[in-house]
């Protein structure tokens, strides 16, 4: 505590030097926090994944169709307690900077499935009751202004045409990594579309999404479900949903690891810059440690001084960064059109993890200087001119 | 009764690459208590050596350095840090103050090390300061000084802990000469009136006659002694 006011002094001694540290480590942790935020969004879908849902597509790729006639056999196979299917739809909101993801499902089974989209019971009756209606996200809603009863117009690309819909549901999110900015409409509407206009077309299921009664039987249904149609025109690939979503990803695989990696990097820079700093304070300050010794002051508390002033740049630094972090990460949740990521937000991981890194750089940058300040003899430093 | 300060045999030596330099030459020096000691001789003559060693911030290569009893000598840097906090004042020529502290914060650094309360660390500060003439400045740091008013804080720094000796090396060198008298008219008031033991390193005649005893040096050898 005696100390305190002695590394005040000294982090204010060059007070442009210091300034242009603070806002270099806050920077850093800013950009470090932003990466992070984007590579966790972006995995969040992963992260949501139940485990008891299975996905099965085609083995060839997911954007060949299955046959609707497949979720009668899959239901047979012991351990499957509930088949359901999904098709995207594609298509265009206004214009193609509102995306968001449309997909058709059944609208029997879909919300019994994933039962982390909450609907009123009022809300699920009343889309299965009606052909051409959707559900929609409470986050897309808001971003949309989307209300019950009004109608969204899509332009139609993979299935051509104009789609109307009427808004019969708004669902909640249960847990807040849960994507809330989907759209779901009836996979029935879609396909009578389809058996009139292109009936080569009809009965195509994108995927199906098979609920199991045991996570731990998961390897089991799978391959019996992949058995099943292995001889068939379209053989599947079943998988977890885990494994479904990475697999998703792994095309942008590299540009994820990249920002990972960058991020990291900032980190490893910035060391380097509070760890100059610290070099340059310790040279100038030589003379000063070496009165320090000559009056009784021990190799302990020169370690306390230079470690504390270390510590408390940094982190001032990093707090000023998580300042900054919070605000750019909800200017970004505001700015992005929802549907690019389902949840943009600032992990709790990503902020221990700065302030980890924030300490890692206040006690690496103060090491150098440190173990000069200890090592040069009292006569040594008296000697020193900086 | 014994020497307070008792150097015995001292011999101090430095490395440069393979080449051993020798500074000091088996020297032997009594400095009893309540004595202000001048050490003189030209440059390289081994009288900061001597000081230093005394003060127990060097070690030497042969012989020991007894001070109040303490075989300084002997003792480990942890020791001799303890030692020093307990004991020494030190007035350096280039007045060694810390530039982000007031003179406040400088005469308290010694104080820091040990048990007392901030109201008896302000008390002794105040002190220390009201003898060498600077109570007014108390708020003021070392660039708002002058030259003379820095080393008074400095040796307002060397004194509040009430040490055994004080050790000054060239404390007037980087003065003024009315600057350098008031400096010396302090140390001397030090010696007499507050009974410190001082040992003074200089190159000016005139602040060794500020000094009862004057001890020449000459390439690492004591070679006279002057009493005053």
């Given at each position: 505590?005696?100390?305190?006011?002695?590394?005040?002094?000294?982090?204010?001694?060059?007070?442009?030097?210091?300034?242009?540290?603070?806002?270099?480590?806050?920077?850093?942790?800013?950009?470090?926090?932003?990466?992070?935020?984007?590579?966790?969004?972006?995995?969040?879908?992963?992260?949501?994944?139940?485990?008891?849902?299975?996905?099965?597509?085609?083995?060839?790729?997911?954007?060949?169709?299955?046959?609707?006639?497949?979720?009668?056999?899959?239901?047979?196979?012991?351990?499957?307690?509930?088949?359901?299917?999904?098709?995207?739809?594609?298509?265009?909101?206004?214009?193609?900077?509102?995306?968001?993801?449309?997909?058709?499902?059944?609208?029997?089974?879909?919300?019994?499935?994933?039962?982390?989209?909450?609907?009123?019971?009022?809300?699920?009756?009343?889309?299965?009751?009606?052909?051409?209606?959707?559900?929609?996200?409470?986050?897309?809603?808001?971003?949309?202004?989307?209300?019950?009863?009004?109608?969204?117009?899509?332009?139609?690309?993979?299935?051509?045409?104009?789609?109307?819909?009427?808004?019969?549901?708004?669902?909640?999110?249960?847990?807040?990594?849960?994507?809330?900015?989907?759209?779901?409409?009836?996979?029935?509407?879609?396909?009578?579309?389809?058996?009139?206009?292109?009936?080569?077309?009809?009965?195509?299921?994108?995927?199906?999404?098979?609920?199991?009664?045991?996570?731990?039987?998961?390897?089991?249904?799978?391959?019996?479900?992949?058995?099943?149609?292995?001889?068939?025109?379209?053989?599947?690939?079943?998988?977890?949903?885990?494994?479904?979503?990475?697999?998703?990803?792994?095309?942008?695989?590299?540009?994820?690891?990249?920002?990972?990696?960058?991020?990291?990097?900032?980190?490893?820079?910035?060391?380097?810059?509070?760890?100059?700093?610290?070099?340059?304070?310790?040279?100038?300050?030589?003379?000063?440690?070496?009165?320090?010794?000559?009056?009784?002051?021990?190799?302990?508390?020169?370690?306390?001084?230079?470690?504390?002033?270390?510590?408390?740049?940094?982190?001032?630094?990093?707090?000023?960064?998580?300042?900054?972090?919070?605000?750019?990460?909800?200017?970004?949740?505001?700015?992005?059109?929802?549907?690019?990521?389902?949840?943009?937000?600032?992990?709790?991981?990503?902020?221990?993890?700065?302030?980890?890194?924030?300490?890692?750089?206040?006690?690496?940058?103060?090491?150098?200087?440190?173990?000069?300040?200890?090592?040069?003899?009292?006569?040594?430093?008296?000697?020193?001119?900086? | 009764?014994?020497?307070?300060i008792?150097?015995?045999?001292?011999?101090?030596?430095?490395?440069?690459?393979?080449?051993?330099?020798?500074?000091?030459?088996?020297?032997?020096l009594?400095i009893?208590?309540?004595e202000f000691l001048g050490l003189m001789g030209?440059?390289?003559?081994?009288k900061t050596?001597l000081l230093n060693?005394i003060a127990?911030?060097?070690?030497?290569?042969?012989?020991?350095?007894?001070?109040?009893?303490?075989?300084?000598?002997?003792?480990?840097?942890?020791?001799?840090?303890?030692?020093?906090?307990?004991?020494v004042g030190f007035v350096f020529q280039?007045?060694?103050?810390?530039?982000?502290?007031?003179?406040?914060?400088?005469?308290?650094?010694?104080?820091?090390?040990?048990?007392?309360?901030?109201?008896?660390?302000?008390?002794?500060?105040?002190?220390?300061?009201?003898?060498?003439?600077?109570?007014?400045?108390?708020?003021?740091?070392?660039?708002?000084?002058?030259?003379?008013?820095?080393q008074?804080?400095a040796i307002?720094?060397a004194i509040?802990?009430?040490?055994?000796i004080l050790v000054a090396d060239e404390p007037t060198g980087?003065l003024?000469?009315?600057?350098a008298?008031?400096i010396l008219a302090l140390m001397e008031r030090l010696n007499?009136?507050?009974?410190k033991t001082i040992v003074m390193v200089t190159h000016d005649p005139r602040a060794a006659e500020s000094a009862s005893i004057v001890h020449h040096l000459?390439?690492?050898?004591?070679?006279?002694?002057v009493?005053q």
């Open positions: 505590m005696k100390l305190l006011n002695l590394i005040f002094r000294n982090i204010l001694r060059h007070k442009l030097r210091t300034f242009l540290t603070i806002l270099g480590i806050a920077i850093a942790v800013l950009a470090f926090g932003v990466l992070r935020t984007v590579v966790t969004a972006w995995h969040s879908g992963v992260d949501a994944a139940a485990a008891d849902r299975l996905i099965t597509r085609h083995a060839v790729s997911f954007i060949f169709p299955l046959d609707y006639a497949y979720k009668d056999q899959i239901a047979r196979i012991p351990g499957v307690e509930t088949v359901s299917w999904a098709n995207w739809f594609g298509g265009v909101y206004i214009d193609k900077q509102k995306f968001f993801a449309r997909m058709g499902v059944d609208a029997e089974t879909y919300f019994d499935v994933y039962d982390e989209f909450q609907l009123t019971p009022e809300e699920l009756k009343n889309f299965k009751q009606q052909r051409n209606s959707c559900v929609v996200g409470q986050d897309l809603a808001d971003t949309y202004g989307f209300k019950i009863g009004e109608p969204i117009v899509l332009e139609g690309d993979i299935y051509p045409g104009q789609w109307e819909f009427i808004v019969r549901g708004i669902y909640q999110k249960k847990n807040k990594s849960t994507d809330g900015t989907l759209m779901v409409f009836h996979w029935d509407y879609l396909n009578e579309n389809m058996a009139q206009n292109s009936p080569n077309r009809a009965s195509d299921v994108g995927w199906y999404i098979v609920k199991i009664d045991d996570p731990s039987k998961a390897g089991d249904i799978s391959e019996r479900i992949d058995q099943q149609f292995s001889n068939s025109s379209a053989s599947t690939k079943t998988e977890t949903e885990v494994a479904f979503n990475q697999g998703f990803l792994a095309g942008f695989s590299a540009m994820f690891t990249a920002m990972d990696v960058m991020s990291f990097l900032i980190v490893g820079i910035i060391m380097l810059v509070l760890g100059n700093t610290m070099i340059m304070a310790a040279r100038e300050r030589t003379r000063e440690y070496a009165v320090f010794k000559a009056l009784g002051f021990t190799g302990s508390h020169l370690t306390k001084i230079i470690m504390g002033e270390s510590l408390l740049t940094s982190l001032i630094g990093g707090l000023l960064g998580l300042g900054l972090m919070v605000l750019a990460v909800g200017a970004f949740e505001a700015t992005l059109p929802k549907g690019w990521f389902p949840v943009f937000q600032l992990e709790p991981s990503t902020i221990i993890l700065s302030i980890l890194a924030v300490i890692i750089i206040g006690v690496a940058a103060a090491i150098f200087p440190i173990q000069r300040a200890l090592s040069t003899r009292i006569t040594e430093g008296f000697r020193f001119v900086g | 009764m014994s020497a307070l008792q150097v015995k045999n001292l011999s101090k030596s430095y490395w440069r690459e393979k080449f051993e330099i020798p500074v000091l030459n088996n020297i032997s009594n009893d208590a309540g030209p440059s390289g003559s081994g050596t060693m127990g911030i060097d070690k030497p290569s042969d012989g020991e350095v007894v001070v109040d009893g303490n075989v300084i000598s002997g003792m480990s840097e942890s020791q001799l840090a303890a030692w020093r906090a307990n004991n280039f007045y060694n103050l810390i530039p982000v502290l007031n003179a406040f914060g400088n005469v308290e650094l010694p104080l820091l090390l040990t048990k007392l309360s901030k109201a008896e660390r302000q008390q002794q500060v105040e002190t220390a300061l009201r003898i060498v003439g600077l109570s007014d400045r108390i708020d003021h740091y070392p660039k708002q000084l002058s030259g003379g008013q820095q008074r804080v307002a720094r509040v802990t009430d040490p055994v980087d003024d000469k009315a600057s008298e008031e007499k009136e507050f009974e000459d390439k690492g050898d004591l070679v006279k002694e009493v």
